[in-house]
């Protein structure tokens, strides 16, 4: 009995454990445990995309999808190298595989297995040195923004400014009198610089994490990096300037070399190219914009059921074809569209849509603006007054555009999927009743707001009157019209 007893409280006592690991974890520990979906999980309510510029909001984003992707590349081999000095700075120690933490001297620190993919974590001093748990912290990103903008001669309750936090970044003096010391943005760079080190660390990270402080100091070459720089992002360390210069990962860098400027204090910053490539969903370089891809660019119109193409004045006749019938809707949008085709005579045989990109999309209504990923889009269609009326979380197919830094801004739904909250009976070309809770796809309204067409998911589909359809809480309330 006195043998069994010991093995029973330690068989209890690890099933607490393994229920304890199964339970959610605050943002830090998840980092610890590689989980870094989740921590994109625990970040995202926090950051106020529908109170962001359109600079700000794409970084926002940028960074939640990376650690949704579970923090890697959207284009693996796409990473850059940068150098961050950190002679003031403590780095988190990651436990390994065993639990155990080590010393930065331990011989084993760059070869030991760690589930976070490396042994030491970076944060922003505005974040390491709070005294509150690691979820309670977590609402200081965006009161940064805000505190950052207001600073800068903004208004940052009402629209936090990407420009005004990073030039906010940049100011004060060095050490604990810098502005970046109250910011939730760390400081790197292309290139070691002596003031920050030794020692140095080397990061190997996604362009897609980077902001190039275009607003900052051009002597700096500075990269700003938001929330944290993860443990397998460093990928070394060194311990002086020129152990940074002669590193292997450093020499392989392509920006190393690059100026901030061109050839003067007057020309074209390269910092503010790399910056709109990245928030483009570019790699940083070539500075200089695209080559012609062989892309042709119109508006389209529509007479009947003929669709044409207008370009450089022109108007060709679109070739028929399943591609040509995605772009009806877009007719008479006077938004352009970009097309790989062939040009004959007065016709254009269209082989693929390049924008805006035809998808399906979760939507929600905030206000007066449809929010699509966070992000707030311009609606133009058959369903634009009748969106109005969206309550709760309905999809959307429809075509995304994107203006020329890559944020998303014009959406044209065809289709709504929603849940029916009252029976109804459709007309033609068959009779059948749907009940309550049976979910549909609305994919189209008359002009009157009279009718609809209604797809069940078994195939069936028929009109059903607008002004008696109730989608309840998951789609559209009372009657719709189109354009």
Known sequence: MTTRTPLLLLGALLALATTASAQDLDWKKLVEAGRYSEVGDKIEPYLAFDKS???????????????????????????????????????????????????DGHSKMWTDTYPSGGPRLMLPNRIRHLRSKWDKRLPYYDKYFREATDLMGGDGETLRELDKIIAHHKGGGLGTSA??????????????????????????????????????????????????????????????????????????????????????WSA????????????????????????????????????????????DGKRLRVTPSATARELRPLARSGLDVRVMGEITGDTIKIDEVLSPEYKT?????SGDELVISGQSLAVHGPFTRGLSSIKGTVSLEGFLFADTDGTPFAVFPRRMKATLATQVTLRRPLRRDFPAGTEVTLSYVSSSGRSAIVRAADGSYGYVRMTTLNLGNQGLVGALSGQ
């Open 53 to 103: 510029d359109a600079k700000l909001r794409s970084y926002l984003r940028m960074q939640i999808d990376y650690l949704k992707r579970g923090a890697r590349a959207k284009v693996a081999g796409s990473e850059i190298i940068l150098v961050r000095g950190a002679k003031n700075d403590r780095l988190f120690q990651m436990p390994n595989d065993l639990g155990r933490k080590r010393k």
């Open 179 to 264: 502005n970046s010391v109250k910011s939730v943005l760390i400081s790197a760079s292309t290139r070691p610089l002596y003031a920050f080190g030794p020692p140095y660390y080397i990061i190997k990270i996604a362009p897609e994490r980077c902001i190039f402080n275009y607003n900052g100091l051009s002597g700096e070459y500075e990269v700003l990096i938001p929330f944290f720089i993860l443990p397998h992002e460093i990928q070394a360390r060194a311990e002086s300037f020129d152990d940074v210069l002669n590193h292997p990962l450093y020499k392989q860098s392509q920006l190393k070399d690059v100026p901030f400027r061109g050839s003067d």
């Open 268 to 311: 074209p910053s390269n910092w503010a190219k790399m910056e709109a490539n990245v928030r483009a969903g570019r790699t940083p370089l070539p500075l200089d914009a695209p080559v012609n891809d062989g892309s042709i660019t119109g508006q389209v119109e529509r007479t009947g059921s003929r669709v044409y193409l207008k370009v």
């Open 361 to 365: 999309m979760s939507a929600t209504l």
